[in-house]
């Protein structure tokens, strides 16, 4: 199943998914202005403003006239910031910073995203690919411009200046080997959008080789500034061009090696799969698992038996953005879950009033088919630990595992925390088991009678329903769990749990509803920042050797 593609921009499923301008929404096409200090008026969502189109060196090409509804940039003082606590709210501005870079004004009325990608320029039999592209389509570009508005981190950070340089700014500071580089005289003249690694197969199984792809305006330019960045090194930088790259590789020939012959885009399994995966965003990555796994060799059984599992595994991801939302999505292919008809989840089927849950689909399954290789993996890992687990938790509440513990888990599992009770020295927590109902009940009171009798006193409030049984730290939340719920209909959880009805995965946090416990001692500017994130989903599917999910985070 495809990963979703943000709404509203439909991805050509027989187009190329690396030549992301052919998706696009249409926009008018102004006529051409002169770059000269001629002043140009815009239209803002009804107010007019006047502005001198800054120098055109590096940044997005081909304008297109993208100012509808949007309010006009106003620019604070700059001011030093601290880095803000929240992890992922750094995550987020590295992005946005890095991959927008600046330039209010052409951030939203230069967008192209034509070209050439890493791909149609690297060497087939890559076992890893990775991309990062500074020229998107313009919906990629619009939806970062509006996102980055959001954060006082990011807000101010659209300042004209050209987009590479400030990727470049942020992989060369505090690096000595660039020290002496100036960008304006010895990458900017060269330097393009896009840049692509490959990994691939060495001389042997531990050393791999590698090829760098470099989008590049001149190539002379290029070799000289390849040049530059290698002096004062013992080894000297291959380089080969190719077409708009240059391979970059630890010698001429590998360089030259890895710049003949077919491209990663004519490799039919890569192709297949970024087709699968649709629209590739900003970053995008590649990966044959099977042959990467094969790089340290097998020397255990074990190992021989998960390199058996994962076949000719492939994974294919990316990073994309939507206006409300940013996305990571990405499919599997090729390796055997073990899992031959998982059914959907019901996280949907929770209570409206949820704070977080996760549920999966098929672990007892799953757990039954691979019992073996986790006990003989746990018991290497803890020296017969686990094992020794086993014999007593069956010594002392007389269970048989591991057919009860398949029995508790069954069909899936759902575990839930409520909004409502949140500051109680207990909340309100569950789990919904799908299985016999009564067969886990009679499993859950052996172990409540074994705690019972070692002086733990330990009691699970349970509702008994159609093909599950409910489990909850009170019988109030046991019952509201066991009835139907409108959680479904809820439209944050809809946009962060996409294809929840389909979902054999799935997970949800409303940060909203759980904010105060975490906003606690921060400063009104993390708070500020903080408050802009809506929720956090994840939602996927595996049958059989496929896979996909999408990891979002929600915006306010």
């Known amino acids: 199943m495809p990963a979703e593609n943000p709404p509203g921009f439909p991805f050509d499923t027989n187009g190329d998914p690396d030549r992301t301008i052919n998706y696009r929404s249409p926009q008018p096409q102004p006529q051409p202005q002169p770059y000269a200090e001629q002043p140009t008026r815009m239209d803002f969502g009804g107010t007019q403003q006047m502005f001198t189109p800054p120098p055109q060196q590096g940044q997005w090409r081909q304008p297109e006239e993208l100012g509808y509804?949007?309010?006009?940039?106003?620019?604070?003082?700059?001011?030093?910031?601290r880095s803000p606590k929240g992890i992922i709210i750094a995550v987020i501005a590295a992005v946005v910073v890095g991959l927008v870079g600046g330039g209010g004004v052409w951030a939203f009325s230069t967008l192209s995203g034509g070209g050439s990608q890493p791909s149609e320029a690297l060497p087939a039999g890559a076992l890893a690919y990775a991309r990062i592209d500074l020229d998107p389509a313009a919906n990629q570009k619009l939806a970062l411009f509006n996102i980055a508005r959001k954060f006082t981190v990011t807000k101010d950070?659209?300042?004209?200046?050209?987009?590479?340089?400030?990727?470049?700014?942020?992989?060369?500071?505090?690096?000595?080997?660039?020290?002496?580089?100036?960008?304006?005289?010895?990458?900017?003249?060269?330097?393009?959008?896009?840049?692509?690694?490959?990994?691939?197969?060495?001389?042997?199984?531990?050393?791999?080789?590698f090829a760098l792809a470099i989008q590049v305006k001149d190539a002379d330019a290029a070799r000289a500034g390849i040049a530059k960045l290698d002096a004062g090194s013992d080894t000297k930088t291959g380089v080969a061009i190719r077409g708009?790259?240059?391979?970059?590789?630890t010698t001429q020939e590998e360089a030259d090696k890895y710049a003949t012959g077919p491209t990663l885009a004519e490799a039919a399994n890569f192709t297949n799969d970024m087709d699968a995966l649709g629209e590739p965003g900003v970053l995008s990555f590649w990966a044959d698992l099977a042959g990467i796994a094969k790089l340290g060799g097998a020397a255990s059984a074990t190992s021989?038996?998960?390199?058996?599992?994962?076949?000719?595994?492939?994974?294919?991801?990316?990073?994309?953005?939507?206006?409300?939302y940013v996305e990571l999505a990405g499919i599997t292919r090729g390796i055997d879950s073990k899992v031959a008809d998982a059914k959907p989840v019901a996280i949907g089927d929770l209570p409206d009033t949820t704070?977080?849950?996760?549920?999966?689909?098929?672990?007892?399954?799953?757990?039954?088919?691979?019992?073996?290789?986790?006990?003989?993996?746990?018991?290497?890992?803890?020296?017969?630990?686990?094992?020794?687990?086993?014999?007593?938790?069956?010594?002392?509440?007389?269970?048989?595992?591991?057919?009860?513990?398949?029995?508790?888990?069954?069909d899936g599992l759902t575990l839930a925390i409520d909004s409502e009770g949140l500051d109680a020295d207990l909340p309100n927590i569950g789990a919904v088991l799908s299985t016999d109902p009564d067969k886990a009940g009679a499993i859950l009171t052996k172990i409540e009678q074994g705690l019972a009798a070692s002086g733990q006193q330990f009691q699970l409030a349970k509702a008994p329903g159609d093909g599950k049984?409910?489990?909850?730290?009170?019988?109030?939340?046991?019952?509201?769990?066991?009835?139907?719920?409108?959680?479904?209909d809820s439209e944050t959880f809809q946009n962060a749990v996409p294809n929840a009805d389909a979902a054999t995965f799935a997970a949800f946090v409303d940060l909203d509803k759980v904010e105060n416990l975490y906003l606690q001692g921060m400063s009104d500017q993390d708070k500020t920042n903080l408050q802009q994130l809506s929720a956090v989903g994840l939602s996927g599917g595996y049958q059989?050797?496929?896979?996909n999910f999408s990891l979002r985070v929600l915006f306010n």
Not at 69 to 79: N, Q, R, T
Not at 375 to 399: K, P, R, W, Y
């Open 157 to 209: 950070a659209f300042s004209g200046d050209d987009p590479r340089e400030a990727f470049f700014k942020a992989i060369s500071t505090d690096n000595p080997n660039f020290e002496k580089i100036d960008y304006a005289a010895d990458i900017e003249p060269w330097l393009g959008d896009r840049i692509g690694f490959a990994l691939m197969p060495g001389k042997d199984a531990t050393q791999p080789g």
């Open 355 to 410: 704070a977080g849950a996760i549920a999966v689909s098929g672990i007892g399954q799953a757990l039954k088919a691979q019992w073996n290789t986790v006990t003989e993996s746990a018991d290497a890992a803890g020296q017969g630990a686990f094992s020794q687990f086993v014999t007593q938790a069956q010594q002392q509440f007389g269970l048989a595992i591991p057919d009860d513990l398949f029995t508790l888990l069954g």
């Open 244 to 249: 708009d790259y240059a391979i970059v590789s």
């Open 469 to 488: 049984l409910v489990v909850a730290t009170n019988q109030g939340y046991a019952d509201k769990l066991a009835s139907a719920g409108a959680l479904k």
């Open 69 to 81: 509804d949007l309010p006009p940039v106003v620019h604070a003082p700059v001011e030093k910031r």
């Open 304 to 324: 021989q038996a998960a390199l058996a599992q994962i076949g000719n595994g492939r994974f294919a991801g990316a990073l994309r953005f939507d206006g409300s």
């Open 544 to 547: 059989g050797s496929e896979g």
